[in-house]
């Protein structure tokens, strides 16, 4: 990811203030579909999760005995689980507001201390590998091996209001080459099928932010039946995209290419000169550098954005692509797309939170695929003036 990506994402995500932690639940049989077979039980698993101005999603995990809670992004962008630790120092602002694993007063924490790094443009984090309990949504792991984060720089670590990340990534994603939790909560069949499925609530002022499904799907967040893709290329959960186009008829991808599906990636990332030509349909201007904006009376104007996935359409309209933020020259709409170019070989197109948040997704390891549907009645944008 370039220094611009990182920035944008930085802009987009803000510190969650005095955010109170939201507890995990088993929902009621009637109310689920299971990922397949008719067995009952065991039912699946959900996690409540917090959303912060449409562009932040976290939900909360237990580390250790007795249990130490963490606010976490719950990531298909990586395999690998990274807790900042009480030894992350202050003198760097990323570890300052937020919670620290303390293996010192955990009784089941095993030391394993294999270094741990990642070294990109315009972030760093450095730590090493530990082991203990880990629970998410009321699942328990005994012997998870984590990452102790103890520095972390970057404009994000700033200004997100989560204290680490999960992986949801395929295993080849992983840079500390542990197993991840996913994959240790396959191996424990403890779910009616291996899959995960997410809502991301676009309802900023709702008291639920979204939900994260461990081993099944929600119907009561989607309208109809879900619609599959499979993945091309295990690592990121990445899908062939037929083609985009815009309702003027303008094309992208008209041969076809490969898109990563990122519950941890604020935008919707494409090639440039793709971005570009968007942009420019919608009227968009340059602010501040990579950042583009609309005027914010135009949204309900923009034009239809359609992604064609196995045959099937998925539109974006102007209230789905545009994030509206307060910063100090007033109220600005941002644009979500932003460009990205990538290595040869790799997901051209990256389908993020503005994707994920218009269509429940459920991400399918038993089958390898990744599904999506209509969210249900999808709720108006707050005014401007509520933000």
């Avoid at 099928?193 to 009561?220: A, Q």
């Avoid at 039946?225 to 993945?231: G, K, Q, T």
């Avoid at 094309?251 to 519950?263: F, H, P």
Wanted: net charge neutral; aromatic share 10%; hydrophobic share 35%.
């Amino acid at each position: 990811m370039n220094q611009h990506a990182i920035l944008f994402i930085a802009l987009c995500l803000v510190q969650a203030q005095s955010t109170p932690l939201l507890r995990t639940q088993r929902l009621p049989e009637e109310q689920v579909k299971l990922g397949s077979g008719d067995n009952p039980e065991p039912t699946p698993f959900t996690v409540q999760l917090k959303n912060v101005k449409n562009a932040e999603y976290f939900g909360v995990i237990s580390i250790g005995t007795p249990p130490q809670e963490f606010r976490v992004q719950f990531n298909t962008g990586t395999a690998d689980t990274r807790i900042q630790s009480i030894m992350c120092l202050n003198v760097f602002p990323g570890c300052q507001n937020h919670r620290s694993y303390s293996s010192w007063l955990s009784k089941t924490y095993t030391k394993n201390g294999t270094p741990f790094s990642i070294d990109l443009v315009f972030i760093e984090e450095k730590g090493f590998i530990s082991q203990d309990v880990l629970n998410v949504a009321g699942i328990s792991i005994p012997d998870q091996l984590f990452v102790e984060v103890v520095k972390k720089q970057g404009p994000i670590y700033d200004l997100v209001g989560f204290d680490g990340v999960l992986g949801l990534a395929y295993p080849e994603k992983s840079l500390s080459s542990v197993t991840s939790v996913f994959d240790n909560i396959m191996a424990s069949k403890q779910l009616p099928s291996n899959i995960f499925s997410f809502f991301l609530n676009g309802n900023r002022l709702s008291p639920l932010g979204g939900e994260l499904m461990l081993g099944g799907t929600n119907p009561d967040y989607y309208d109809g039946d879900l619609h599959y893709v499979s993945v091309t290329k295990k690592g990121y959960w990445q899908i062939l995209v037929d083609r985009i186009q815009t309702d003027d008829g303008y094309t992208m991808c008209s041969e076809g290419c490969q898109a990563a599906v990122l519950t941890g990636t604020a935008t919707i990332n494409g090639p440039s000169k793709d971005i570009a030509a968007i942009h420019r349909i919608i009227g968009a201007f340059p602010l501040d550098g990579q950042k583009h904006s609309v005027d914010c009376r135009s949204v309900p104007r923009l034009p239809e954005i359609t992604f064609y996935l196995g045959g099937k359409e998925f539109t974006l309209a102007g209230k789905d692509y545009i994030l509206m933020e307060r910063m100090e020259k007033g109220l600005v709409c941002l644009s979500t797309f932003m460009a990205l170019d990538v290595t040869p070989g790799y997901s051209e197109w990256a389908l993020g939170v503005p994707f994920i948040r218009r269509f429940y997704t459920v991400f399918d390891r038993d089958n390898d695929r990744v599904g999506f549907a209509p969210v249900k009645k999808p709720v108006k944008p707050p005014k401007p003036g509520a933000l």
